[in-house]
């Protein structure tokens, strides 16, 4: 499966990749330090680069195959 997946990734599937996993976890990110500011006070800078690490890597390894793939055959 992972040969498969190699042969398909070419620049134009990695970019997308790349774009849409990244948007997705910062957007997700800047949402739970939003949720969590009012009621915890300033956020911790370690506390917000922990979030956005987890998010963004989440988006890669979940919706970036989506963007990358979708609708090709």
Do not use: E, K, Q, Y
């Amino acid at each position: 499966m992972a040969s498969a997946i190699a042969r398909r990734l070419d620049r134009g599937a990695f970019l997308r990749w790349s774009s849409a996993g990244g948007a997705w976890g910062l957007t997700l990110a800047a949402f739970f330090v939003a949720i969590n500011t009012p009621s915890c006070g300033l956020p911790c800078p370690a506390d917000v680069a922990v979030t956005t690490a987890i998010c963004v890597g989440t988006g890669l390894l979940t919706i970036g195959p989506f963007a990358a793939f979708a609708g090709r055959r």
